[in-house]
């Protein structure tokens, strides 16, 4: 037995560690290392969680490190994200009294089945442990197309919701990057690609860095050529952004309902199709609510980006509603107009440590419209930070992020709009986390507009407090999208 031990450096690392027997039969093996199942072991509780970690080989070129360093950066909280936990540099002894760096990538463990396998009608782990779900999807798949795809592709949109909402694109959204795991989830993985957004803060083009260069290069092909929106094909990096992603997701929901991709063949003719062949979805036919789905799928996939869904939130109520007609349409423009204000939190689901059972189940029936009002209902009566955080946003009548634009929809007729309450709320959820920079950003964003945001009277000296304290958090947990937006306000005082 070859127990490693491995300790990250940064802030939130400080009392975890993760250790795995290298002697142990790796999960997986591919061209960058060996992944192995290990353990996230707290020093203060002695409590343990299992991971996957993946040892890369020696040798590898610089850009490999570089790409697997940035996927393991992008740590976002979501049901239906893979979550990333750290990447770990550790020095052994080399000749000659040299150190010889090794790199370590630790993600969350997931167990379950791919989705490109289940398709096939795979639904085993590769060890062969049956996973109830994913039968459960196939029969589903083989009986009522039109359900599976709206079980897929709404779960898929979530996680993108998130994603994009924390300043990335995914790029690479196909079968072989979701995973149907066996506590019934679908978890979009794979970030290798993935690219920062621009500062929809500022509304100023991202700065790439030479890292980001290195390895999205203009002009140079990147991800799957079936799912490749033609921003992607010709390889424009100035406009890659959100609808580029939502490009992928109306083929990927196209091959659920059609049980094929739109565009096949060798690799020089699906790109040339990409570019200037409409998706053709006069093929999507005997299934329920098919003309519903062949305008979503053809909106989705139109070659000019300005014609696409323009969020996944908006892609995403095109699903729930059935149609991309004038009312999702209208409701979507308005929140859209909200989010593009764009001072407001990034991840309304982003948890200081993981999220209990309870608040994950409680934030997916929120999501459904089906089962919105019994998630209220529970989240009304859960009292820690989290959840009261959660409750005044909704409760907020103002700049929203996606995630919440779609659940204030789904909670129509249930929850009245109330800024006063909404800060009042937020007060009581500062009492339970006082350094929690979302918290403290929001009660800075309420005195700095006063009445508006349901406060007596305007206060620039105590706004000015809560977002100098916002800035020192979101500094010590190094949430750079968070620190932007509060420096953006506090420039506001040097006018």
């Known amino acids: 037995m070859a127990i490693i031990k491995l300790k990250g450096t940064s802030p939130q690392d400080k009392h975890i560690y993760y250790e795995f027997d290298t002697d142990s039969e790796p999960l997986g093996e591919g061209g960058m290392g060996k992944v192995y199942r290990g353990k996230q072991i707290s020093e203060l509780t002695g409590l343990s969680r299992d991971v996957a970690i993946k040892f890369m080989f020696d040798g590898l070129p610089q850009s490999v490190i570089d790409r697997a360093r940035r996927e393991a950066g992008i740590q976002v909280v979501s049901e239906n994200l893979v979550e990333m936990m750290g990447f770990i540099e550790t020095k052994a002894e080399g000749p000659n009294n040299t150190e010889r760096p090794h790199y370590h990538v630790v993600s969350e463990l ?70 149907v795991t066996e506590d019934r989830k679908i978890k979009l993985i794979d970030f290798g690609i993935a690219k920062k957004l621009p500062n929809h803060t500022t509304g100023g083009e991202e700065k790439l860095s030479t890292q980001d260069r290195s390895l999205t290069m203009t002009g140079q092909f990147i991800g799957k050529p079936q799912y490749a929106a033609p921003e992607l094909v010709v390889g424009d990096i100035d406009y890659q952004n959100e609808t580029t992603d939502i490009y992928a997701m109306g083929i990927l929901l196209y091959q659920l309902l059609v049980g094929r991709l739109p565009f096949t063949g060798p690799v020089t003719k699906v790109l040339e199709a990409q570019k200037n062949t409409k998706t053709p979805v006069k093929n999507i036919t005997g299934i329920k609510d098919a003309k519903s789905f062949k305008a979503i799928v053809a909106k989705a996939t139109e070659k000019d980006q300005n014609k696409r869904y323009q969020s996944a939130a908006e892609f995403r109520v095109a699903l729930d509603s059935g149609d991309s007609g004038s009312k999702a349409k209208l409701w979507l423009m308005i929140g859209c107009a909200l989010i593009l204000a764009g001072l407001v939190i990034w991840g309304i689901f982003r948890f200081i440590e993981h999220k209990p059972p309870q608040q994950n189940s409680v934030q997916q029936e929120l999501y459904e419209a089906s089962t919105a009002k019994e998630g209220w209902n529970r989240l009304l009566k859960m009292n820690d930070a989290e959840a009261l ?54 009660l800075g964003l309420d005195y700095y507009y006063g009445e508006e945001r349901g406060v007596d ?11 100098e304290k916002a800035l020192q958090s979101a500094k010590e947990r190094k949430d750079a999208v968070m620190q932007n937006r509060i420096e953006v306000m506090l420039e506001k005082f040097e006018d």
Request: glycine content about 6%.
């Open 457 to 467: 009277e305007r206060n620039l000296d105590l706004a000015k407090q809560y977002f």
């Open 110 to 179: 997931l167990t379950g089945v791919m989705l490109a396998d289940l398709l096939k009608g795979v639904t085993t782990t590769k060890d062969g442990r049956p996973i109830a779900y994913a039968q459960e999807l196939y029969n589903m798949y083989l009986e009522d197309k039109a359900s599976f795809a709206l079980t897929i592709m709404k779960n898929i949109a979530s996680g993108i919701m998130v994603l994009h909402d924390k300043g990335y694109i995914h790029r690479d959204i196909d079968p072989t990057n979701i995973m």
């Open 389 to 442: 955080f959660l409750q005044s946003r909704i409760y907020f009548n103002g700049n929203l992020p996606d995630s919440i634009v779609i659940i204030k929809k789904n909670l129509e007729g249930v929850v009245t709009a109330d800024n006063r309450k909404a800060h009042h709320i937020l007060e009581a959820a500062y009492k339970l986390a006082p350094q929690d920079p979302r918290i403290l950003f929001n």
